[in-house]
């Protein structure tokens, strides 16, 4: 699901990217949901830089998400906090089109998203120091071995979120995979603009942005894994 930069310079990798593309059907109902909604919701890298009040047509706290995946624990966490404006990040069409589908059935109007990459959203959209919060949960743990460089969470990525998080913004995140949380808290814990509000090397309580149990969740349940969460400010 997810790429991202290494420590290698720039002339000698791959141009980053937040995702791997996956293949999935859209119901008609989320197709429907989708023809008239995105008009509304859907936001483009070409608008350029975000101004929240205008798109959200209010002042509010402002949370992004990347990789929502079905969008239904958003769609619940945008329902249980409608004083607060949600940007969302995803590619996988069923997803978004599941989230618009959700959104319409519910009357929210408190998210925006984007079918992108997250580094383009990031570098293009999301101006430096106007965030809230980030948001990123479950991202691809990349099980092998000679995968791990593709792990999304590295030192220059977290560094990238911290830029658009306001002094006082939190990051939220979670992994169903205990060699990936290891990583995790190593780079995080590096960040010197980052403060682990659970203590130095200590793993979060659940994140009150994750309200309802996701498949992932579920399924490493079933497995007997353990959710790590982080809750790091910055």
Known sequence: MLRHKTDIPEAHHRRLKSFVR??????????????????????????????????????????????????????????AE?????????????????????????????????????????EKCISDASLDAIQLFFPDPWQKRRHHPRRLIQAPFVKRLVQKLKPGGLLYLATDWEDYAKHMMTVLSAETDLRNLAGAGQYAERSPHRPILTKFERRALREGRLVREFCFEK
């Open 82 to 122: 409608p004083d607060k404006n949600f940007i969302a990040i995803e590619t996988h069409k069923p997803g978004i089109g599941a989230l618009l589908l959700g959104m319409q059935e519910e009357a929210l109007s408190n998210i925006r998203i984007y079918d992108a990459d997250a580094v383009d959203v990031l």
């Open 22 to 79: 996956r293949n999935g059907r859209r119901t008609a109902a989320q197709d429907r949901a989708r023809d008239a909604l995105w008009p509304c919701f859907g936001m483009q890298i070409e608008d350029g830089m975000l101004d929240y009040t205008t798109v959200f047509e209010r002042k509010a706290p402002c949370v992004l998400e990347i990789g929502f995946g079905s969008g239904q624990s958003l769609l619940a966490l945008a329902k």
